[in-house]
DNA sequence: TGACTTCCTG
DNA sequence: CAGGAAGTCA
């Protein structure tokens, strides 16, 4: 085993630009251990005018000034509470494309005027609800700050050639706050840096270089104290004055601050994050689907599919997130409803799923909650799948300016605030497609390849439709024919390779490696036995391909278009059990528990698996 | 114009 | 599987 990898824990990395001045240096060479650290670290911090025997106390000081420096700019940025832009790209640097498609699909179908696509906007669409109020307490704040940061750098510095703040080090300190952040933790820490979770995690980095460097440590510890101890008195005081402005506001105050927030909603909502997908995706894969190899998709709607669909007339999400009475608007101004909804019906589900639910991001969280009964449990890895954006939304938006402790604060005092930047609330989620009904989907394709929104409809009589689930299950089957066609022609073309001439030879049988492959995209588990029909009908299409590729119309850009026309001639009836609103449900909640031995007489009901080919 | 579909991409 | 573009069709 490489000693090597060893040090390469994130601990390791930061002493890693240790070695680099006895390389650079032209001194003495490194001693053995230290070189071979420095194998791997020179590559990663490649510059180094870190020679200096005192950089470690350069070093540390610079850890401090790093510290303090980003917790100012933080503050600079602290009246927006959703972070601008800076910060923020600095937290995702690696999509701007995907900003730029977000932006994209954002445009299309927002239909309110003129948009409002800063948070800066936003404050100031909320003047004369306490702005001044509050731009003079955090003018207040970020002089005290600047105080503060000036005493620390004084007495952090007292011998070293103080490189003021505003030198050259003033990026150098963000990007070090950074650096270390990259290699520790919490996602929250990395850009805001303000709050006391940075603060905690700079102090573990600390405190492990202390460990290293005992020396350092009573003067670290008692500037970190001291400043922590300053930060977190100065800000609970602003904070609290600010909230407390802000909750004394008259009743219509949330209503139009809320307005005044959908403008800017979609922006911010489309924000993806990374844990966005890794939330969304897990309930998804461990119930049906194949594969899911987007990390941060989505969403995931995902994939980030919150981007868009907020503002798209197709968007599924927002007649879902809504009461079932605001349903029957018109689904393009999703954006004009949550401000109709009662105020404390979105402040009950936000006070009820607590900082553990929705502020967190666990896959899990959903399932778990108390405050979804049984069935609805069932439900949740949709839920999992919709509802994460509002609580990536809030998460992101408060991560900035406000320390977690303040979160907590700001829950227990009302979160009217929290509220604002949720125009859409989970509790209004009525109906949505739930992993069930893929599972169902599914196994409807064995019968109908091209289902009419009036077929699937009856089959699905607990799902509320409307345009947006529609189009989500007529996708579906979409995405399913293609994966059907796809088999049929690869199957078909390597039959040719093979040498068979005979189309009729071509014939889809259960111990078929083509059925193999249908049978495990449409029925992973093999809970269900596959229709003989559906077998007449693969191999129809196989045999379809296989004319077709054999003179050579593939050629032709639209040659499939006859197969399809074909094919679509040939869905066949679909077993009245189907249309049964508990049938996907049974399936999925045994298969839930994972008491897949259940399965069987659950999955296997006569009227299917005995059901005659119905041509 | 809207509903559907295929194709492509992530 | 979802999003989106582009095409078809009534």
Redesign the pocket.
């Known amino acids: 085993m490489d000693p090597n990898s060893v040090l390469l824990s994130p601990q390791s990395r930061t002493f890693s630009c240790l070695t680099e001045p006895s390389m650079e240096g032209g001194r003495s060479p490194a001693p053995p251990e230290l070189a071979r650290d420095s194998l791997f670290s020179w590559s990663q911090l490649p510059s180094s005018g870190l020679a200096d025997p005192d950089w470690f106390w350069d070093e540390h000081i610079q850890a401090k000034r790093a510290r303090v420096e980003t917790i100012v700019q933080g503050m600079c940025l602290s009246p927006s509470p959703l972070g601008s832009g800076s910060a923020r790209s600095r937290n995702s640097p690696c999509c701007p494309e995907k900003a730029q498609?977000r932006k994209?699909?954002q445009s299309?179908p927002m239909q309110q005027g003129p948009q409002k696509p800063s948070p800066a906007r936003d404050q100031g669409n909320r003047k004369g609800l306490g702005t001044p109020y509050m731009r003079e307490q955090l003018h207040l704040l970020k002089q005290q700050l600047r105080h503060l940061q000036e005493h620390v750098l004084q007495a952090a510095e007292p011998r070293g050639p103080a490189q003021g703040p505003g030198d050259s080090d003033k990026g150098k300190g963000p990007l070090r706050v950074k650096q270390r952040s990259g290699g520790g933790s919490s996602p929250w820490t990395v850009d805001s840096a303000l709050h006391q979770g940075s603060n905690r995690d700079l102090s573990r980095v600390d405190r492990h270089r202390m460990s290293e460097a005992p020396g350092f440590l009573p003067s670290g510890a008692d500037l970190r104290e001291i400043l922590r101890e300053e930060l977190t008195r100065a800000m609970s005081q602003t904070v609290d004055s600010v909230l407390q402005k802000v909750l004394l506001e008259p009743p219509g105050h949330l209503v139009q601050a809320g307005r005044s927030f959908q403008g800017l909603a979609p922006e911010d909502r489309s924000e993806p994050s990374p844990s966005e997908g890794g939330a969304y995706k897990e309930p998804h894969s461990l119930a049906?689907?194949?594969r899911r190899a987007?990390p941060q998709?989505?969403?995931?709607?995902?994939?980030?599919?919150l981007?868009?669909?907020l503002d798209?007339p197709?968007y599924?999400d927002s007649p879902r997130m809504i009461p079932k009475s605001y349903q029957d608007l018109p689904t393009n101004c999703p954006l004009a409803v949550p401000s109709c909804i009662p105020e404390n019906q979105i402040l009950s589900q936000l006070l009820g799923h607590g900082s553990n639910g929705h502020w967190s991001d666990s896959p899990l969280q959903d399932s778990a909650s108390p405050s979804h009964p049984s069935s609805e449990s069932v439900l949740r890895p949709w839920g999992a799948i919709r509802l994460r954006r509002p609580s990536t939304l809030s998460q992101q938006q408060y991560s900035g300016p406000f320390t977690a402790a303040h979160l907590v604060k700001m829950e227990q005092v009302g979160l009217q605030a929290v509220t604002e930047a949720l125009p859409f609330s989970s509790a209004h989620i009525q109906e949505g497609?739930n992993p069930g009904h893929?599972k169902k989907a599914?196994l409807m394709f064995f019968f109908t390849r091209?289902p009419?929104?009036n077929l699937l409809k009856v089959y699905f009589p607990d799902v509320q439709f409307n345009?947006c689930i529609?189009?989500?299950m007529?996708?579906?089957?979409?995405?399913?024919?293609?994966f059907y066609?796809i088999q049929m022609e690869k199957f078909a073309r390597q039959a040719i390779s093979e040498g068979v001439t005979n189309p009729k030879m071509l014939v889809v049988l259960r111990d078929s490696e083509l059925f193999r492959a249908l049978n495990t995209h449409y029925n992973k588990g093999n809970d269900f036995q596959v229709p003989d029909c559906f077998l007449e009908i693969a191999s129809l299409t196989l045999q379809e391909f296989f004319r077709a590729v054999s003179a050579g119309k593939d050629s032709d850009p639209?040659w499939?278009k006859p197969i399809?026309k074909i094919i679509?001639k040939l869905d066949s009836d679909i077993p009245e059990i189907f249309k049964s609103s508990s049938y996907p449900q049974e399936l999925f909640q045994v298969k839930n528990p994972q008491v897949d031995c259940m399965l069987d007489h659950v999955m296997l009901p006569p009227a299917i698996s005995n059901r005659p080919p119905s041509q």
């Open positions: 498609k994209r699909k299309l049906i689907l194949p987007q998709t989505g969403v995931p709607m995902g994939h980030l599919s981007a868009k669909p798209s197709r599924p497609l893929l599914k091209y009419s929104s345009r529609t189009s989500q007529i996708k579906w089957f979409s995405n399913f024919r293609e066609y639209s499939k399809y679509s």
